[in-house]
Structures are given as structure tokens and as C-alpha cells.
């Protein structure tokens, strides 16, 4: 059962305009959420992360809100440029934080 | 600091063999983690271990087994290799230092196994 969901596979956005990828869990336990930028053939980068207690958190281009209630969390990047072209993938994990659990990834592309 | 690394990056093996794939997590991680990528299935969680114990598993048949090291290097072992076994296995390292929140894991670039 998948417990974090990216429903978007795939996205496409001009340069200089904002890409808004979106992700959604089922398990109300998980209380910190990442995000990671995967390019082909490389390993997933980290890029940001938000805790619970948080609803908002900003790092230059990106920013990652999270809606408890709905559980569902979303990360913009503004302004997109093409280097921003990769898949992105979100995770979650519990108060252990022993086990992440992935979306399936969306594929961004940012079109000069 | 160096980044997590994984021996080796590509291999090839055929059908009923077993696999051995290595990671060397960041200096002063104690928590290594394994999961399986494969196409459209995202990331799937394999083992976790820290201080040479497993402390989570996921669901993955018993030809997948992995071991920690005292040195916090970690290895993961395929047996009886099926073709379903080829994808990209990434281990990742974190501080963890017994489970708390906020932990930050930190990939390394794969091991490609195809299996034929």
C-alpha cells in the first residue's frame, strides 16, 4: 500500500515561472517530510525537508508547504530554471526515523 | 566530507546468481538504509541498520539480506537472482543515533543491476 502519493507523474513548466509539485500521504504518524531531486543515472539529492510542527519552509528557490489536515505537502520552485529539469521525489517517516517511505517521483522539465 | 559510496556501480549477472553490492556511508553516520528503485515504483524500502543491527525491514522476500559492519560500512546480498531483481539499489546514511525524527538521509548514487 503506497502510503506517500505523487499523483502528477510528470510536469512541465516554462523557465522563469514557478513549478508546484505535489504529494500526499495517508499515515498521520509521519511527522517529517523531505524532498529529493534525482537526476538519471545519479543518486537522490536532498533538497529540503519540513517538520510537522512547521507549515512553511524556505530555502532560495525552494520552498515546501505542508497541510496536516489534509496531508498533503507541496514544493515550489521559483523561479524554475532548466537545471531544475530531474524527477522529484517526496518522503515521509515517523517518530522513529528509521523508514522513509517514497512517492513514485514526478518528472519535471522546465522549458527554456 | 565524502558523500556516500557504492561498489560497484554497474554490474550484470544472470539468472539463480547471487549479488553482493557495498556502501560506505558518510563519515560519523552510524544508520545505513537500503532501498530498491525501479521504474514507476519510486523507492522502495529494503533494510535499515544501525550499529550493526537491523532495526527495520521492508517487504521484500528473505533473498534479500543485508549486514552493518562495525566501521558503519554496510553491504546487501541478492540471492537466486530473478529478472524482477534488476533495477537501481541505493543505500543512504544518516546521523541517526537511535531513532529520532528529523533525520536527513543521504544517498549515494546506486548500483545498476541487471539481472538476465
Known amino acids: 500500500d503506497q502510503q506517500v502519493k505523487q499523483n502528477s507523474p510528470s510536469l512541465s513548466v516554462q523557465e522563469g515561472r514557478i513549478s508546484i509539485l505535489n504529494c500526499d500521504y495517508t499515515?498521520?504518524?509521519?511527522?517529517?517530510f523531505l524532498w529529493y531531486k534525482k537526476y538519471p543515472a545519479e543518486g537522490p539529492t536532498f533538497l529540503i525537508s519540513?517538520?510537522?510542527?512547521?507549515d512553511k519552509n524556505e530555502d532560495g528557490r525552494f520552498t515546501v508547504f505542508l497541510n496536516k489536515s489534509a496531508k498533503h505537502l507541496s514544493l515550489h520552485i521559483v523561479p524554475s530554471q532548466p537545471g531544475d529539469s530531474a524527477v522529484y521525489f517526496c518522503a515521509a517517516s515517523a517518530q522513529d526515523g528509521n523508514q522513509f517511505y517514497f512517492g513514485t517521483g514526478t518528472s519535471l522539465t522546465v522549458i527554456p | 566530507k565524502a558523500g556516500v559510496t557504492q561498489t560497484p556501480r554497474y554490474l550484470i549477472k544472470t539468472r539463480g546468481q547471487q549479488v553482493t553490492l557495498s556502501c560506505s556511508p558518510i563519515?560519523?553516520?552510524?544508520?545505513v538504509s537500503w532501498y530498491q528503485q525501479t521504474p514507476g515504483q519510486g523507492l522502495q524500502f529494503l533494510f535499515e541498520y544501525f550499529s550493526e543491527t537491523q532495526r527495520n525491514k521492508g517487504n521484500f522476500p528473505g533473498r534479500f539480506s543485508g549486514r552493518q559492519f562495525s566501521n558503519s560500512r554496510s553491504e546487501m546480498n541478492v540471492s537466486t537472482l530473478e529478472l524482477g531483481d534488476s533495477a537501481l539499489y541505493l543505500c543512504a546514511s544518516s546521523a541517526s543515533t537511535g531513532g529520532t525524527a528529523g533525520n536527513t538521509i543521504y544517498f549515494g548514487e546506486g548500483s545498476w543491476l541487471t539481472v538476465v
Open positions: 519540513i517538520s510537522s510542527i512547521k
Open positions: 563519515s560519523g553516520h552510524r544508520s
Open positions: 499515515n498521520s504518524m509521519f511527522d517529517y
